[in-house]
């Protein structure tokens, strides 16, 4: 049999089931339909290759089973466990995703929406993006279903939020290091383009200042400013060995320091191991988002950190919940009311604070 040619007529037939029930599976149908049935019929399609058209189904029924999902950077390392995530919630419901990588760029991200649009995407799920694209907005203004994920404390009319609480991330990192001595701590940061890197250094600065110790900011690390930005410097590794060796030659009292994130760690444990310096012994390092390597390298790394796969699945079943009840859900919340909250990871790289000689 042709894949291509397969109906919920052939379907009905190999399950032992009416084509009415196999068509109220493939199209989510509220008509009751027992689990042990429904999963029957979805592995019947699956194994004979049913294709569903998707935008006959969504003409003929006024809906969609398609949810537009946008993300920064797919090529950041952060967030594949997340989409994955997000993904098997929605393929155990019956539904489908649409990817955006949008760099956070507002006029690719309208591109994005406007082409989730086009085919009729039920809602959109937006992560981390600081400035809203007009697209979304008049999505939502007209009745469309859309969650975002936000660090910058925006909240807008007619889209659920969800907070994320960047400065309290980074308080973690850097009440971990003073518990442990250390009192001279630089930041090692790319460019402060965005909400997550500036709430972080807001939590590095309101942590110190609490402590007594005070802000220098001779001690913070900026890409681009304590390093010269070469063309072909790209990728975070490479910049965090940069700023690294900008921190040996600057500052050799600094006992401690912050990496924004796991990969820029790697260039910083490189940087340390070239200069004939010890991660922990001549320096406490930490990071964030505990990536996949984090226990592997050595040392391994102490991060803060979080389950990503299972994050990404909340977050699925959490913009599911607007979509069955959205006069039960409230238009604000915080991560870890329905998601997954970061937590320290203490791990290899961190240790006692030692007095420089």
């Known amino acids: 049999m042709n894949k291509n040619n397969v109906t919920i007529y052939d379907i009905a037939k190999a399950a032992n089931v009416s084509p009415a029930t196999v068509s109220r599976v493939m199209n989510n149908s509220s008509h009751p339909v027992k689990q042990e049935l429904r999963e029957r019929i979805m592995e019947t399609s699956r194994n004979m290759g049913y294709i569903p058209n998707l935008q006959a189904r969504n003409l003929k029924n006024q809906t969609s089973t398609s949810v537009g999902i946008i993300i920064p950077s797919i090529a950041n390392p952060f967030y594949p466990s997340i989409v994955r ?5 929605m393929v155990a419901r019956n539904y489908h995703m649409i990817i955006s990588s949008c760099d ?3 006029e690719r991200t309208n591109y994005s929406i406007e082409n989730m649009l086009a085919v009729n995407v039920q809602g959109i799920i937006s992560i981390y993006m ?14 469309g279903t859309a969650v975002n994920v936000v660090s910058n404390d925006v909240c807008l009319p007619h889209m659920h939020t969800i907070l994320v609480d960047k400065v309290a991330e980074c308080e973690l990192a850097v009440r971990h290091l ?7 701590i630089a930041f090692l940061l ?5 909400s997550i890197r500036s709430k972080r250094l807001e939590g590095y600065r309101k942590v110190l200042e609490d402590a007594g110790i005070g802000y220098d900011d001779r001690y913070v690390y900026i ?9 072909a410097v790209v990728e975070s590794s490479e910049k965090g060995y940069l700023l690294a060796k900008a921190m040996l030659q600057r500052s050799p009292e600094v006992t401690a320091y912050i990496c924004m994130n ?6 910083a444990l490189k ?3 070239e200069s004939g310096k010890h991660v922990p012994e001549d320096y406490s390092m930490i990071s964030f988002d505990d990536l996949i390597f984090a226990d592997s390298v050595h040392p391994a790394l102490t991060t803060i950190g979080l389950d990503k796969y299972d994050w990404g699945r909340r977050l699925a079943g959490y913009y599911f919940g607007v979509l069955e009840e959205p006069d039960n859900r409230e238009t604000v919340a915080r991560e870890e009311e329905v998601l997954v909250p970061s937590r320290l990871i203490v791990r290899q790289s961190t240790g006692r604070s030692a007095p420089r000689l």
């Open 85 to 89: 995530g997000i993904e098997d919630e």
């Open 104 to 106: 956070r760029d507002v």
């Open 130 to 143: 600081d400035e809203v694209p007009s697209a979304l907005l008049r999505f939502v203004e007209r009745g």
């Open 178 to 184: 003073l518990k442990e001595g250390h009192r001279d």
């Open 190 to 194: 790319d460019k402060i383009d965005n």
């Open 223 to 231: 890409f681009g400013k304590d390093v010269k930005q070469e063309a």
């Open 262 to 267: 796991d990969v820029m760690a790697l260039g």
């Open 271 to 273: 940087a340390m191991r």
